[in-house]
């Protein structure tokens, strides 16, 4: 039998009487209900305008009480769950509902989040930086501590911040109200470093378009040394058993990228970057365009728009990796990619690149995992979406290695050098010079060349999706009173603003403005982010309570290998700045040094602004600033609302 309600009230004792009312409704819900039970709930709430007090409270006393069994050792099965409808009927009455309203917005299917994690973590670095990181740190023997930073590094930080978004639902911002509002810093630094790489990483996804482009041609444009931009120094070996490659030669791909693309020769340094080169310009607006038209109505439409543009690269990749295989000496690059000097795990360069490269690759501490998991249902399994999306993303890396190294294979053959000798150049320059190199001398050149930069400009999309995603959910969730329903206005300012501040790079010099955003938006300061990020969360918010946030979710709590692997992160220190042959200024070193600082200064300025508008003395401003302002009880409790079923 349910237990009897409270004695009847008192008009002058009305609120009262509502909490203990509420606390009664919170019991009835672990008893069953029994159809010779009188109808309890219409003899009791025979008052209107009771009832819609009671409605007007949220429920916020019942949610508190049955969310308390939380602290206590239970199964997950036993705790409630997403749309759990308790009911206390008798149906000649009215009587009440316990459901979810929460109106945030869920991924529709599983598969969308999955796809917009893979397409976020798998992205152009993927393709080019791991390959030529890898490259630089001597082939086969970088894969052993990037497997290590990876186990003990970058799936944990993955699963954790998984776990924060899906647990606390909200954005980077505003989350750390319920964690350690002291850090709150970290989630505007989280926004300005998102910026800056928005400001430099389209721009790449720009030069991929123009050459998308410029692929549709029964010649690719880049094939030979017989085109207006083309120097003394273009020397075309391929097909050519005369030639000799000296320190001056430069490839036809090579000045079609310098001095077609960029038209890098009329600048003269970051002194005179020189003017806006439209065909980029365009390209970009194109770009953002896509960009916004993905992201103006959230993940309904964003998770739709990931099913090609996070499926189509391994297509592409498989059919290039097939190619590559059969491309005269393929074996050369795999020999060289898969044997391992050991004498390169001695240096700490190396494990330095390799901490930096799993923490770029699979992106904590960007806030996209925070935000992208907010959308997830209560009791989604994380723990497995984090352990198969790392893995895939490692393994996209890994497989990109053989498309890129079996075509420095073939470059090598054809040059007479070794494969360590082919690539001059860093960075996108792999993408942009090397691989269009090779590609235009196979056969079924344009085909190649048109499918290779359609799936550079899907893997920079992913990414760009994700990263934007961020900075709208975490502006979004601070300020829902202001941009709650204007979604669609914050996400074209948004765009704007990154549009806006990428017009540096489109210049005649900007690609020494992209590699010195590249270096310093999101270098130190991102690994920095990460850092304070696990510690507020390991020894401000405790071990302990995180685990019991996952168990409530889950059903099981985090093991011991999770816990120390939580509080054990590597940092780094970006190297001088060269490139193509340009060696930057000392005070653009400042400049960048200045561009890393702008972000991570939210965090210690956040701190001071807490610390001096917190009232009391310092001892109570510490305790206040360090305790959560919000919990996941405060949290439900909003989400669940008293409706009346007839």
């Known amino acids: 039998m349910i237990s009897s309600p409270p004695p009847a009230f008192d008009q002058r004792t009305g609120l009262s009487y509502v909490s203990s009312l509420l606390i009664w409704i919170s019991r009835l ?37 049955r969310m308390s069994e939380q602290n206590s050792p239970v199964q997950a099965d036993s705790l409630p769950r997403q749309g759990l409808k308790p009911t206390f009927s008798h149906t000649a009455n009215p009587v009440l509902l316990t459901t979810q309203t929460d109106s945030r917005d869920k991924w529709s299917k599983k598969m969308d989040f999955l796809l917009s994690v893979i397409g976020f973590a798998v992205d152009l670095g993927n393709v080019w930086r791991f390959p030529y990181i890898c490259y630089q740190n001597g082939g086969g023997a970088f894969l052993i501590p990037y497997t290590l930073m990876a186990i003990f590094g970058g799936v944990p930080l993955f699963y954790m911040e998984l776990a924060l978004g899906q647990f606390h639902r909200t954005g980077a911002i505003p989350i750390w109200k319920r964690i350690c509002p002291i850090f709150k810093g970290i989630g505007f630094a989280i926004c300005i470093i998102a910026l800056y ?18 692929s549709f041609s029964g010649t690719l444009p880049w094939t030979s040394c017989d085109n207006p931009w083309n120097t003394r120094n273009c020397t075309n070996y391929f ?24 038209e890098i020769q009329k600048s003269r340094g970051l002194y005179d ?25 959230g993940v309904k439409t964003s998770g739709k728009v990931v099913w090609v543009t996070a499926t189509l690269p391994y297509i592409v990749l498989l059919i290039l990796l097939i190619r590559g295989a059969t491309l005269p000496g393929a074996w050369r690059g795999i020999v060289f990619y898969l044997r391992p000097n050991w004498e390169k795990l001695m240096s700490t360069s190396v494990w330095v690149d390799a901490a930096a490269q799993i923490f770029f690759s699979l992106g904590p501490g960007f ?34 290695g053989f498309v890129i190294f079996t075509v420095l294979g073939y470059m090598a053959e054809m040059r007479n050098v070794e494969v360590e000798d082919v690539a001059k150049d860093k960075g996108p320059s792999l993408l942009f010079i090397t691989y269009p190199e090779a590609i235009a001398n196979m056969v079924g050149s344009t085909f190649f060349a048109i499918i290779f930069f359609l799936m550079m400009i899907t893997l920079g999309l992913d990414s760009t999706f994700g990263g934007l995603e961020a900075v709208i959910t975490a502006v979004m969730d601070e300020y829902p009173h202001i941009l709650g329903k204007q979604r669609e206005l914050f996400v074209l300012a948004l765009v704007t603003i990154c549009f806006l501040g990428s017009l540096t790079t489109l210049t005649q010099g900007g690609a020494y403005v992209v590699k010195l955003l590249e270096e ?33 979710m889950l059903g099981f709590t985090p093991g011991i290998f999770w816990k120390v692997c939580w509080v054990a992160i590597i940092s780094n220190f970006p190297p001088p700045l060269i490139l193509f042959d340009y060696h930057y200024p000392e005070w653009s070193i400042s400049v960048g040094y200045l561009i890393g600082a702008s972000s991570f200064i939210c965090i210690p300025l956040y701190m001071v602004y ?3 508008w917190t009232p009391g003395s310092l001892k109570q401003r510490l305790a206040v600033c360090i305790r959560p302002e919000k919990t996941i009880q405060d949290q439900q409790a909003d989400s669940v609302c008293m409706s009346l079923v007839p």
């Open 197 to 214: 790489v928005s400001f430099y990483y389209n721009t790449i996804i720009a030069w991929a378009l123009y050459y998308f482009y410029s």
């Open 29 to 65: 819900e672990v008893e069953k209900p029994s159809p010779c039970d009188p109808p309890l709930l219409g003899s009791v709430i025979s008052n209107p305008s009771l009832l819609k007090l009671i409605q007007l409270e949220s429920c916020r006393i019942c949610i508190r009480g």
């Open 520 to 552: 310093f938006g999101a270098g130190c300061s991102i690994l920095a982010v990460v850092l304070l990020e696990a510690i507020a969360v390991s020894w401000f918010y405790g071990i302990q309570r995180f685990c019991n946030d996952v168990k409530t």
């Open 239 to 262: 097909g050519k058993s005369n030639v000799t490659w000296t320190a001056f030669s430069k490839s036809p791909a090579e000045e079609f990228y310098t001095r077609k693309v960029l």
């Open 610 to 612: 807490k610390l001096v």
């Open 367 to 400: 806030g996209v995992l925070l935000a992208l998991a907010s959308y997830n249902h209560f009791n989604n399994n994380c723990y497995r979406d984090a352990i198969v999306t790392s893995t895939v993303n490692c393994l996209t890396s890994f497989l990109s």
């Open 273 to 297: 970057v020189g003017g806006i080169r439209w065909q980029l310009l365009l390209c970009l607006f194109l770009i953002f365009t896509i960009v916004y038209f993905s992201l103006w109505k």
